[in-house]
């Protein structure tokens, strides 16, 4: 590349985020309050789906699959496909283990009776045995 190339290639780059500068300027002027507010109320909406959590019983229990291999499903969720989806990753990192979710339910490989009470307990959910 040309030394001259290499300049303008700066040149339009810094206009480019001189632009950008600009038009993002007046929207930090407009902050105002209204965004605390809406931190309150998002704050206020999340202790409810923690009380939610608490209400909710959940079941575990072990089914043996092909060749014997043990699967513990958790079941008697009142979740969203992706707030299950979500604790399902979070159990499966916590055991170290792989797993699935099907029709609303938690599948994870291996026997883990043992453990998954105390994690789901942790996270404000109501264990049954």
Not at 48 to 66: N, P, V
Not at 85 to 92: D, G, H, Q, R
Not at 99 to 105: L, S
């Amino acid at each position: 590349m040309k030394p001259n190339a290499v300049v303008w290639v700066h040149a339009a780059v810094d206009a480019w985020r001189s632009t950008r500068a600009i038009a993002l300027e007046p929207l930090s002027r407009h902050v105002s309050n209204d965004d605390d507010e809406l931190e309150d109320l998002l704050d206020e909406l999340d202790s409810q789906g923690d009380l939610d959590a608490s209400q909710q019983m959940l079941s575990i229990r072990t089914e043996s699959r092909r060749y014997d291999k043990p699967v513990t499903i958790i079941e008697g969720f009142d979740l969203e496909a992706s707030e299950i989806e979500t604790l399902a990753s979070e159990l499966k990192q916590s055991l170290g283990t792989g797993g699935t979710v099907d029709d609303g339910r938690i599948e994870l490989q291996g026997d883990h009776r043992s453990r998954v009470p105390e994690l789901l307990q942790e996270r404000g959910y109501e264990v049954r045995e």
